[in-house]
């Protein structure tokens, strides 16, 4: 006996003699206006919200341009290239040298500065508004490679910017909040966001195959060499980035795809080669930048500490499909990092955005996609955990645009307090003159159009660049003879020099004129003797 739920009792259309059966009616596709909403889909109008809020927060940081750091070196950058474009010379001593700061982006910015007339400041914002464009839209872009779903793309935004460690991390290249406020306008930013793009139309190029006219390769060789010549520590994370990428090709490349490939690489290194301003290449055989990564290294739990989270995402990952882009992006900027921690190699760790950016990548995906529902509600709490600890950790990083007396007390105790300048120094010394300075002073000179006796930052192509350190430490140095200090003025044609008052020569010599007290107490003199 049949059942009347049986299929095979019930009657069957039977097509006239001669003809084809008609082909069965396609289900009808569900109606999402009928479907019950999912979880993630109910978060999506409050992730973007968020977003909006972060990057409304981040405009004004943009506006604002807090100076801490490296921003002396890039406005010295701009205004070396405002007046002369084809030769600009050092960018921080008097010395007719290469500079790797002249990248392609900062000669942009420097034609932009000379063709406008804009201040160095003003150009820095407008590169800030570009950066944080693209870094935003290029971590759009990837996500939606990553995942179809509407709430991926808002919750990677924000565990890229917030999923940090218990306390604030400042350093170029890295994306936390505190970092990007104060690193907006920074060539890192710029090829951050630029690579994430990269990696976007990488992992699209290849899913099309030969698809993809050469011209297209061409133009992903072109933009990669742009990545590495604007940020070269950015270009290794995202080089690693592109070969996990490249590992998860699915289907795998044709043959005419990697020659496809190999043009793309062969016209990226033309252009690493042939660019004008630095060499490139001999960058690859330069040390001296050991000790000052060496901080890198330390105290990983305070400044990552909540980055696991994605760890443990990728691994989950990582037995779905052993040839995840995230996984091997992240295995391969591990090695690097790990064989600089072992070797002395300090410098490798800058490969940590390689590690860290995939892991939260991974974090944010594990709400929506993969493994049961259980699963994906347990990283949802231990994500969403995770992000409010990271934003209170970086929340003193709002006292650049807002009132101190608008914030609690216990986040004021921890805010930094941007660089007050030196802009009341070019009222009394010129665009080129040279200023013996101390080097933390010294990062920040250049930025008004002068030069300094040291470099305030390591300068790869100075052939006397020990010199010049040993001799401003002796200047500064109590105990060194008066002599030797004049000696080192003349030889390195220091026309002015500020310092506090208890340092260098003493009050009152005849080689040095009291010009100016500045705000901060530091003295300006005019060498005279």
């Not at 190699?345 to 892991?359: D, E, F, V």
């Not at 105990?479 to 208890?502: C, I, M, N, Y």
Request: aromatic share 12%; charged share 15%.
């Amino acid at each position: 006996m049949t059942s009347a739920l049986d299929p095979s009792a019930r009657p069957v259309d039977r097509a006239p003699a001669g003809r084809s059966p008609a082909p069965a009616p396609e289900p009808a596709a569900p109606n999402p206006a009928t479907r019950p909403p999912r979880p993630a889909d109910r978060l999506v109008p409050a992730l973007n919200g968020a977003v909006l809020l972060l990057t409304a927060v981040l405009l004004l940081m943009v506006l604002r341009l807090p100076w801490i750091g490296d921003m002396g070196v890039h406005l010295a950058t701009i205004e070396r290239l405002r007046h002369d474009l084809l030769d600009p010379g050092n960018t921080q001593v008097d010395a007719d040298t290469p500079s790797p700061y002249n990248s392609p982006w900062m000669v942009l910015l420097g034609l932009l500065a000379k063709a406008s007339g804009l201040t160095g400041f003003t150009v820095l914002r407008f590169a800030a508004l570009v950066g944080l464009t693209l870094l935003l839209t290029g971590i759009w872009h990837l996500t939606r490679t990553l995942s179809r779903h509407r709430a991926a793309p808002p919750l990677a935004v924000l565990t890229l910017i917030l999923l940090w460690g218990p306390t604030f991390f400042i350093w170029s290249g890295f994306l936390g909040f505190t970092s990007i406020s104060l690193n907006v306008s920074y060539p890192s930013t710029f090829a951050t966001g630029l690579g994430f793009h990269f990696l976007a139309l990488l992992a699209k190029s290849l899913r099309r195959g030969t698809a993809t006219s050469w011209p297209a390769w061409t133009a992903l060789g072109a933009l990669w060499a742009l990545i590495m010549l604007s940020h070269q520590f950015t270009g290794v994370v995202m080089t690693f980035g592109a070969l996990g990428v490249l590992v998860s090709a699915r289907p795998w490349p044709a043959r005419q795809t990697w020659l496809r490939l190999g043009t793309a690489l062969a016209v990226a290194v033309a252009l690493l080669a042939v660019w004008p301003y630095y060499s490139f290449f001999s960058l690859l055989t330069i040390g001296g930048l050991e000790d000052i990564h060496r901080g890198l290294y330390e105290e990983w739990w305070m400044r990552f500490g909540y980055v696991p989270i994605g760890v443990a995402a990728l691994a989950f990952r990582f037995a779905r499909d052993r040839r995840d882009p995230l996984v091997w992006w992240f295995l391969l900027a591990t090695l690097m990092i790990t064989a600089g921690g072992l070797t002395g190699h300090y410098s490798w760790g800058r490969a940590l955005p390689g590690a860290i950016i995939p892991a939260q990548l991974a974090a944010a995906l594990a709400v929506v996609e993969g493994g049961g529902r259980f699963l994906r509600r347990c990283f949802a709490v231990v994500l969403a955990a995770g992000l409010l600890a990271g934003s209170w950790a970086q929340a003193p990083s709002l006292s650049f645009v807002v009132r101190n007396e608008a914030m609690p007390e216990t986040l004021t105790e921890k805010a930094w307090l941007p660089i007050p300048g030196y802009q009341w120094m070019t009222k009394y010394a010129r665009y080129g003159d040279v200023v013996m300075v101390d080097q933390n002073t010294g990062q920040q000179i250049p930025g008004y159009g002068f030069y300094t006796v040291a470099p305030g930052y390591p300068d790869f192509f100075l052939p006397d660049e020990p010199e010049r350190i040993e001799a401003t430490r002796r200047y500064f140095d109590r105990s060194t003879p008066r002599q030797e200090k004049l000696d080192a003025l003349h030889r390195f044609g220091a026309q002015w020099v500020l310092g506090w008052p208890d340092q260098g020569l003493p009050p009152g010599d005849p080689a040095l004129r009291k010009v100016k007290t500045g705000p901060n107490g530091m003295v300006l003199y005019k060498v005279v003797g």
